[in-house]
Structure formats: C-alpha cells, structure tokens
C-alpha cells in the first residue's frame, strides 16, 4: 500500500510554471506507476500525465503535451509534474495517483490517490 500528499500548487499568471511534487510513503515506490489528474468544478476529472515504475516510459494527454512535464525519483519516493506555459484553462485540483506496474495502460486503474493540490491560473 502507498499513501500519496501532493504539494506545490498555487496561484499564479498565464504564461508562468508551476511544480507539483508528489511525496509517497512505503518503500516500494519503484513497483507504482504514477498519475496525474485534475478535477475542476465545471469538468470531470481528467487525466494529465502519468509515469511507468522506472520512468522510462510517459504518457501526455492532448491538452498539456508540450507544456508539462512528468518525472520521478524513485530514490526519495517522489513524482513531480512540472507545468510551464499555464493557461486559466489549467485552473482545477491536481490529484496525484499510483498503481501498481501491472500492464502499459497508464490513464486509468488507480488505486491510490492523494488529497489534491489547486492549482490557479489567472488571465
């Protein structure tokens, strides 16, 4: 089992970046592909990123690729979601989640998540 704490969200312009970080209980953080999704009040929630076990493999949707960026270390048990190029569109809670690396599906399954960090984006 793993328990998930996002932190790093905030207010902040279009155009400026942010940095997500998701810290990770338990010692085997290395055998959990992470997500990213967000959830805002007028939209579903939504898949952003994810991340395989070793990082080797990512996977973007649509409307961040190009502008975010996930990542790892497995050696402090901690994912991260850099987000540059923040559009208002951006503004929702961002959850992190984790599941164990079983298949190449990476935007659904989850069994784990975290509290959620808001990220605001002002025009």
């Known amino acids: 089992q793993v328990q998930l704490v996002e932190s790093g969200g905030g207010l902040v312009q279009a155009g400026g970046s942010l940095r997500l970080s998701c810290a990770a209980s338990g010692r085997t953080f290395s055998s959990y592909d992470i997500g990213w999704f967000r959830q805002s009040p007028w939209k579903e929630r939504e898949f952003v990123a994810a991340i395989n076990w070793s990082g080797g493999s990512t996977d973007y949707a649509d409307s961040v690729k190009g502008r975010f960026t996930i990542s790892r270390d497995n050696a402090k048990n901690t994912g991260y979601l850099q987000m540059n190029s923040l559009k208002p569109d951006d503004t929702a809670v961002y959850y992190c989640?984790?599941?164990?690396?079983?298949?190449?599906?990476?935007?659904?399954?989850?069994?784990?998540w975290g509290q959620g960090t808001q990220v605001t984006v002002s025009s």
């Open positions: 989640a984790a599941k164990m690396a079983r298949t190449t599906w990476y935007r659904g399954g989850y069994a784990y």
